[in-house]
T-cell receptor
Framework: EAGVTQFPSHSVIEKGQTVTLRCDPI?????LYWYRRVMGKEIKFLLH????????ESGMPNNRFLAERTGGTYSTLKVQPAELEDSGVYFC?????????????FGPGTRLTVT | DQQVKQNSPSLSVQEGRISILNCDYT??????FLWYKKYPAEGPTFLIS?????DKNEDGRFTVFLNKSAKHLSLHIVPSQPGDSAVYFC???????????FGKGITLSVRP
């Protein structure tokens, strides 16, 4: 069974540009999460999808971030326009079920560097 | 407001000895606590969990202890192996939602 995959693995962009990160969850997992780790700090929750619906987006920093999960399969996270403080590693995770599931499977992350 | 705290950034132990990784929390609403392990350039991997109504959970070489009155949990690895060298994250989760609240992580180095 394939794990959670993320693309690209690394992205370097200039301040003001747009970047789109993609996450493919484990097949059949209804729950999809986005997290971010800024250097040296904790991994922070961004949002949670159940299928194609946003269940919780309380962690999204501001309206420069837009997440979508069309069709309830893969998800994209767009940052537009990017700022220096958006640099970090963006992790996607997925889990089964329609209830709270604590065993979340993480992808390898996308390292975003904004210069 | 950091709800999960891992105050020691690193720990170094000798192979074969015990590793004890500590974690403190402030949110009394957490229903589960989890430990994740992370190697460089990989995502975190679930290691072990404990329900807030338990005080101990064991899985092979890994044991997690929970002291609710002290709002403290610890992960014990016995015996430690060089392959255990990684960053370990403590996380809390409430029953109301699925979002994990992580600590900053502890870098464990196991010396051969």
């Amino acid at each position: 069974e394939a794990g959670v995959t993320q693309f690209p693995s690394h992205s370097v962009i200039e301040k003001g540009q747009t970047v789109t990160l993609r996450c493919d969850p484990i097949s059949g997992h209804d729950n999809l999460y986005w997290y971010r780790r800024v250097m040296g700090k904790e991994i922070k929750f961004l949002l949670h999808f159940v299928k194609e619906s946003k269940q919780d987006e309380s962690g999204m920093p501001n309206n420069r971030f837009l997440a979508e999960r069309t069709g309830g399969t893969y998800s994209t996270l767009k940052v537009q326009p990017a700022e220096l403080e958006d640099s970090g590693v963006y992790f996607c995770a997925s889990s089964q079920g329609h209830i709270v599931s604590y065993e979340q499977y993480f992808g390898p992350g996308t390292r975003l560097t904004v210069t | 407001d950091q709800q999960v705290k891992q105050n020691s950034p690193s720990l170094s132990v000798q192979e074969g000895r015990i590793s004890i990784l500590n974690c403190d929390y402030t949110n009394s609403m957490f229903d589960y606590f989890l430990w994740y392990k992370k190697y460089p350039a990989e995502g975190p991997t679930f290691l072990i969990s404990i329900s807030s109504i338990k005080d101990k959970n064991e899985d092979g070489r890994f044991t997690v202890f929970l002291n609710k009155s002290a709002k403290h949990l610890s992960l014990h690895i016995v015996p430690s192996q060089p392959g255990d060298s990684a960053v370990y994250f403590c996380a809390g989760l409430t029953g109301a939602n699925s979002k994990l609240t992580f600590g900053k992580g502890i870098t464990l180095s196991v010396r051969p």
